[in-house]
């Protein structure tokens, strides 16, 4: 059974920063890559950033304001959110593409999120 748990969201005002963690554990054979998806009200859960494969891809909305890291050792995943706006509310969602053995398919696991919440 593979978990990950999300932390790091919460309140902040609009320009303040906010950095989520996502740490996965459990069975975990190989990660091929991990992400941030988020998802505000009413709309569709959209993707803000991955990692893997010794790259990093960005929403255009986050570019130069977001970064995703990784730390491989640990198998976690960060999201270091700063010059935060109003319209980056949402709830925040952590994803890995990996597989829990060695004769197991590739999967994508889900964790339970976290509320991002930004005022003006």
Known sequence: QVQLVESGGGLVQAGGSLRLSCAASGSIFAINRMA?????????????????????????????RF???ADNAKNTVYLQMNSLKPEDTAVYYCNTFMKSR???????????G???????
């Open 114 to 120: 976290t509320q991002v919440t930004v005022s003006s």
């Open 36 to 64: 941030w998806y988020r998802q505000a009200p009413g709309k569709q859960r959209e993707l803000v950033a991955r990692i893997g494969g010794g790259s990093t891809n960005y929403a255009d909305s986050v570019k130069g």
């Open 102 to 112: 060695s004769n197991t398919p590739w999967y994508d696991y889900w964790g339970q």
């Open 67 to 69: 970064t995703i890291s």
